[in-house]
């Protein structure tokens, strides 16, 4: 059973639109992550979370943003999507502290701009 | 920075062959390795992991050791089943950026019957 939901699984969206990617989780945890999983598999950090009211930038530049207003929801909207914003994206939460930090992977979204 | 290099697949094995997929790592210090897995449509799975040197890391058949000597992490199973077909990741915890995880590329594995 999935401790964190990604909705929607699958978008197709006309350029230009905006979107939103829902993720939710369940299990308390502080951290969140958005990953961007391109075609050839490669993961690319893009946005993260430390806690509420926390969001940061991540390696991989991107057009997204993201908010923190509950512990449990990380959403990642897109004002204005372009075809080169096709791509898999996957949310992920972690607990707090300094140990191995295992993430736990929601579904995905994969989202399809034409 | 801190990364990890694996080998590119895709690795196609006949079922109950044995298994290895090679992965080294750049760091400053000795971060938490890890091993995950993704099969078709769906998120990333955690495989396995180790937390320091000689850790050995088991789950579902699948042994990894972290090799501080040789900076490794190579995945290993002795008689891969056609439900292992996915894709798998190498990654090491990151020392900054809210400890997330820098991943490899990836390695695709299809066994065959």
């Known amino acids: 059973e999935a401790d964190i939901y990604q909705t929607p699984r699958y978008l197709v969206i006309g350029t230009g639109k905006k979107i939103t990617l829902e993720c939710s989780q369940t299990?308390?945890?502080?951290?969140m992550y958005w990953y961007q999983q391109d075609p050839g598999m490669e993961l690319h950090l893009i946005h993260y979370?430390?806690?509420?009211?926390?969001?940061e930038k991540g390696d991989l530049s991107s057009e997204s943003t993201v908010s923190r207003i509950r512990t449990e929801h990380f959403p990642l909207t897109l004002e204005s999507a372009r075809p080169s914003h096709t791509s898999q994206y996957l949310c992920a939460s972690s607990e707090q502290g300094t140990g191995a930090n295992v993430l736990t992977f929601g579904a995905g979204s994969r989202l399809t701009v034409l | 920075g801190d990364s990890v290099t694996q080998m590119e697949g895709p690795v196609t094995l006949s079922e109950e062959a044995f298994l290895t997929i090679n992965c080294t790592y750049t760091?400053?210090?000795?971060?938490?390795l890890f091993w995950y897995v993704q099969y078709p449509g769906e998120g990333l799975q955690l495989l396995l992991k180790a937390t320091k040197a000689d850790d050995k890391g088991s789950n579902k058949g699948f042994e990894a050791t972290y090799r501080k000597e040789t900076t490794s992490f190579h995945l290993e199973k002795g008689s891969v089943q056609v439900s292992d077909s996915a894709v798998y990741f190498c990654a090491l915890r990151r020392s900054n950026s809210g400890y997330a995880l820098n991943f490899g590329k990836g390695t695709s594995l299809l066994v065959t019957p």
């Open positions: 979370s430390y806690g509420v009211n926390s969001t």
């Open positions: 299990m308390g945890h502080d951290k």
């Open positions: 760091a400053t210090g000795y971060p938490s």
